[in-house]
């Protein structure tokens, strides 16, 4: 009979390579940068470009915040006159496509298309912590005026 | 207070001797006795002065009318000071009733038909309320008069007849002196104005009249202007709205049976997400039973629609529609479309949709939520725009671009009919339509609806001299949008059709596909199979279609290709690019289409060995070195190439992988690292029989705009070989 | 010879320990995800995107633009 100790110590051993592959497999992906200068995002970011001349004053009124799933939200249209509260609306639902597009396509770029979760959520975090002094956004389900 | 009402009523006199007291009764003879009473008194103590009566007070138990009921009602008059004050221990309206009311009364005054309280101020459970009312009020079943002035100048009249008929006026009420004014009596409706940031002004006009000849009527009529409310996330609101109003209502029981109209004729209101402007008109009658409100017929008349009418029936207590069924006749889809179905179907693409023809539509709703769906389309036609900002703008070589609509259809006609409950159809015939620049020639479209999705058992739709098929078409809605899955496959099209089509040079041979594996998500259309095209007397095969972001602004298409057996002799000739024969295989891996432009690949071009007859034209090595930015032919060849018209080659190879905007060029394979000469340079074409010539590239990155560039000059420059 | 149930109740835990860790890795592929490089881009974007990186001055000259297209 072999000592009670050895299985146990071989077994260590294998967790211990297990975590050591991870975590260089993770190392070497956080190394790289990732693409993002794809004919397709370059278009998605030139379209949201130009569309922030259009969402940068409803951010400072507030009509529209920075939500925590990685859209915008049309949170206090009575911000915005009357009559341009449809096209507003139309405005937040054009960059949120864009939004969605933008996540799908840099996770599909990086040739892994599951990560769209991942980029959304690390976009959401980095658009709420970027959001300009006045702006609106979402913590949790509650808004509060940055 | 301790009367009862209806049991111990009584006028209490007070003089300075002391106080006597008359018990009067609540009907109206016993009333008018009292009344007597009190006129008499009343008449007497100017005569008989102050020192006599100090203060008079009368009590009386109930005064009821239809409608209402004033009990514990006490009177006291204050002769020395011609005021006095009216208690109301209980006012009754309708269900409604209110405790401890008091009216101080600037001037008191009671005579035979009653009592008349003027410049009076009201008090209820110790709170002022905010007007100045003047009272008339007779007592017993007699008429009463009240006039209520507001603060902002706003004032309310009504009065009651003997016969019970009740006649009210609004005049320029506020709804914030309307909320001051329903504080103490509907406090709920107060803030519910209040909440609602209300505004404007109303005149209004009512008319009550009880059972006379059987029948009860009331009418409304009023005008409400510079309307506005806004709920607190703007969602729904109103500015500026001025409407005229009238409402005629008739009971012969329980059961109401009403007429209305409302003429809406300036300011705009939004109701996420339709922006309404002023120029509805709606009429509408039906009966209310207290509880429901039956609406046997509505019309609106509304921009854009020949005829709208609906019938139903609404719930008050719930406030939405128990069942409510409307008919649209002779929409105008261009005036109803943008404003009415672009923002609710397409808010993101609603500035590129574009909308033409007719159609009328049923739809029905049950509790609140849309049960049916009828519509039937009259030369219908629908149009995608492309994308503002998308790639299609930047044009090649600077030239103005044309948008074309990705994608049009129309005219359509034909029915669709959706059911939230079970199975509905869709049954249309398609006149046409554009998809980028592919004209579709006419086709049916028959479809079985699905609560959430549909299904397309075939479509046969032209596609220049071929068809384009689809086949078990299924499209499913989940919140995350549309998914599907099917089949298409495309009946041989004639290359030169299509290559005029897409304004390529002309080109022989025939394209088919059968792409078994369509399938569509959020974002993504997959076409799993083969795309096959006969030309240049070999063929081309793609597979392996993706077509990322269909409709935005990052639409691309990824593909692999391969060629086999293409001949250089046809190929050459139609694109004008001077004189190759010979054959060549091709492979395009990872071709990736941005806009229709070349984004990425990994070409490779290469003769297929054989014994066949190569020869290559002078204005084709001319070409092929150009494309090389130049300076491509070795030097030494260079004085060679204006002897002869043409040359043999062995063996010709060219590759091109690109990525970033750039082209990076290789040559023949033969040579060891992708054809690396010992100067750099990569042989393109090799010499090989009289007289023999090598074309050699040295230019390894090539700028591929650039490169696109130079391509065209080449092929426009057209006829003449420019050597000198 | 070594037997199965010859292992002591701490080796069985650290068995059971270890098959948790390596199934939990399995499944969550998504530990692979470059997260310092997804924000890197992500502030690329943004910064793009919201114009943040090119001068206070260009940030004023935009809101008129957006008034004239409407």
Not at chain 2, 191 to 215: C, H, I, N, Q, S
Not at chain 2, 237 to 255: H, M, Q
Request: charged share 20%; glycine share 12%; aromatic share 6%.
């Amino acid at each position: 009979m072999k000592s009670p100790s050895m299985p146990s110590a071989s077994l260590t051993g294998r967790v211990a390579a297990v975590f050591i592959g991870l975590a260089l497999a993770f190392a070497v992906h956080a190394q790289g940068n990732l693409e993002i200068d794809t004919p397709a995002i370059s278009a998605l970011r030139k379209a949201m470009q130009q569309r922030h001349a259009q969402l940068a004053p409803l951010y400072a009124s507030g009509a529209v915040g920075i939500a925590a799933d990685g859209t915008v939200s049309l949170r206090d249209a009575a911000a915005v006159p009357l009559a341009q509260r449809a096209q507003a609306n139309a405005a937040v639902a054009a960059e949120n496509a864009d939004r969605a597009a933008l996540y799908r396509e840099i996770a599909r770029a990086n040739g892994h298309p599951e990560w769209e979760g991942e980029v959304r959520r690390t976009f959401a975090q980095r658009w709420l912590d970027r959001a300009q002094p006045g702006w609106w956004v979402q913590q949790g389900a509650s808004w509060s005026r940055k | 207070m301790a009367a009862q009402p209806g049991t111990r009523e009584s006028i209490r006199v007070e003089t300075s001797a002391g106080g006597f007291e008359l018990p009067c009764g609540g009907r109206s003879r016993r009333a008018l006795a009292c009344s007597l009473v009190l006129l008499m008194l009343v008449t007497a103590v100017p005569l008989a002065g102050a020192a006599v009566f100090r203060v008079l007070a009368a009590r009386v138990g109930e005064i009821a009318g239809p409608g209402f009921a004033v009990h514990e009602l006490r009177v006291r008059l204050d002769a020395p000071a011609q005021g006095g004050e009216v208690d109301i221990g209980r006012l009754r309206i309708g269900a409604r009733e209110w405790r401890a009311l008091t009216l101080r009364c600037g001037r008191l005054r009671i005579d035979a038909g009653g009592l008349a309280c003027n410049a009076a101020r009201m008090e209820q459970g110790g709170r002022r309320l905010p007007f100045e009312a003047d009272v008339d009020l007779a007592l017993g079943a007699g008429p009463v008069r009240i006039a209520l002035r507001l603060p902002d100048g706003g004032r309310i009249e009504a009065g009651t007849e003997a016969d019970g008929r009740l006649r009210a006026r609004l005049h320029r009420l506020t709804p914030a002196a309307a909320a001051d004014l329903l504080e103490p009596w509907l406090g709920d409706l107060a803030a519910g104005l209040r909440g609602f940031k209300a505004t404007g002004v109303l005149d209004a006009e009512l008319d009550y009249r009880p059972a006379d000849a059987g029948a009860t009527t009331a009418s409304l009529r009023g005008r409400l202007a510079g309307g506005g409310f806004g709920r607190a996330d703007g969602l729904l609101a109103a500015e500026g709205v001025g409407a005229d109003f009238t409402l005629e209502a008739r009971s012969t029981g329980a059961v109401w049976s009403w007429s209305a109209q409302l003429d809406w004729d300036a300011g705009a209101a939004y109701i996420h997400p339709l922006l309404v402007e002023a120029g509805p008109r709606l009429r509408a009658r039906g009966r209310f039973d207290g509880r429901r409100i039956e609406l046997e017929r509505a019309e609106l008349a509304l921009d854009g629609l020949a005829a709208a009418s609906a019938r139903g029936v609404i719930d008050t207590a719930a406030g939405t529609p128990d069942a409510l069924s409307i008919e649209l006749a002779g929409a105008d889809l261009a005036r109803i479309g943008p404003r009415w179905l672009a923002p609710l179907l397409a808010p993101a693409s609603a500035q590129r949709l574009r909308f033409e023809g007719r159609a009328d539509a049923r739809v029905e709703l049950r509790a609140g939520r849309l049960e049916t769906l009828a519509v039937e389309l009259h030369g219908a036609g629908f149009g995608l725009a492309p994308p503002l900002g998308g790639g299609s703008a930047r044009g090649d070589d600077g030239k103005e671009v044309v948008p074309v609509e990705v994608l049009a259809l129309g005219p359509v006609d034909g029915r669709v009919r959706w059911s939230s409950r079970g199975p509905g159809a869709a049954a249309l015939q398609v006149g046409g339509g554009r998809w980028e620049k592919l004209a579709l020639g006419a086709f049916a479209l028959d479809a079985a609806l699905e609560p959430a999705g549909l299904r397309l058992a075939g479509a046969r739709i032209p596609l220049l001299d071929g068809t384009l098929v689809l086949q078990d078409l299924a499209l499913g809605w989940s919140a995350a949008g549309w998914e599907g899955s099917g089949g298409v496959v495309l009946e041989p099209v004639s290359m030169p059709l299509l290559s005029e089509a897409l304004g390529l040079p002309l080109m022989a041979g025939v394209m088919s596909a059968a792409l078994p594996g369509l399938q569509f998500g959020p974002g993504e259309l997959v076409l799993d199979g083969t795309l096959a095209v006969s030309v240049f007397g070999g063929w081309l095969q793609a597979s392996g279609l993706r077509v990322r972001e269909p409709f935005g602004v990052a639409s691309h298409l990824t593909a692999e290709i391969e060629a086999r057996h293409i001949d250089l002799a046809q190929l050459t000739e139609t694109f004008s690019f001077g004189s190759i024969t010979g054959h060549i295989d091709a492979d395009v891996r990872g071709l990736e289409l941005s806009n229709w432009r070349p984004a990425a690949f990994d070409a490779r071009i290469a003769s297929i060995a054989g014994d066949e007859r190569r020869r290559i034209s002078q204005r084709a090595v001319e070409n092929i070195s150009a494309l090389g930015g130049g300076g491509a032919l070795a030097a030494v060849q260079r004085s060679v190439l204006r002897l002869f018209e043409t040359f043999g080659y062995r063996e010709l190879g060219l590759r091109c992988r690109l990525a970033n905007g750039v082209c990076e060029m290789g040559g023949l394979d033969a040579e060891p690292d992708g054809g690396v000469r010992a100067d750099g340079g990569f042989t393109i074409v090799r010499g090989g029989g009289i007289p023999a010539l090598d074309v050699i590239g040295y230019n390894r990155r090539v700028d591929w705009n650039e490169l696109v560039a130079r391509l065209q000059r080449v092929v426009a420059e057209d006829v003449s070989p420019t050597i000198d | 010879m070594y037997r199965e149930d010859g292992m002591n109740p701490a080796a069985r835990w650290l068995f059971a320990a270890a098959l948790v860790a390596s199934t939990a890795a399995c499944v969550t592929i998504n530990i692979y995800f470059p997260a310092a490089a997804a924000e890197k881009a992500a502030d690329r974007i943004i910064d793009e995107v919201w114009q943040l990186r090119e001068g206070a001055g260009s940030a004023p000259v935009t809101p008129p633009a957006a008034g004239g297209t409407k």
